[in-house]
């Protein structure tokens, strides 16, 4: 199993940033996918969630701002990242969850910085 992001950057403060999670190795269309990030010092939080059947949901600090989506027969999920503020900077991860397990893919950087 490989999940592998992209799309992470230096992006200045309200600019807009898509990432990328390419999944290999699962059914990808069985998973419910997650974004997360972690900033320097601080605890892995959750984004957005994307349900297999295509349900959406996002935390309250990035919503209106940030919108998951997926792509079955591509195994990839997204995060459009819109409005961004420094406080968006952190490493994003994806994951893939089902009942028989979960996987982490490595995470991309995102910097919000003038």
């Known amino acids: 199993v490989q999940l592998v992001e992209s799309g992470g950057g230096l992006v200045q403060p309200g600019e807009s940033q898509r990432l990328s999670c390419a999944a290999s190795g699962i059914i990808f269309s069985m998973y419910a996918m997650g974004w997360y990030r972690q900033a320097p010092g601080k605890q892995r939080e959750l984004v957005a969630l994307i349900t297999s059947g295509g349900r959406t949901t996002v935390v309250d600090s990035v919503q209106g701002r940030f919108t998951i989506s997926r792509v079955n027969d591509e195994s990839t999920v997204y995060l459009q990242t819109n409005s961004l503020k420094p406080e968006d900077t952190a490493v994003y991860y994806c994951?893939?969850?089902?009942?028989?397990?979960?996987?982490w893919g490595q995470g991309a950087q995102v910097t919000v910085s003038s």
């Open positions: 994951d893939a969850a089902a009942p028989g397990g979960a996987y």
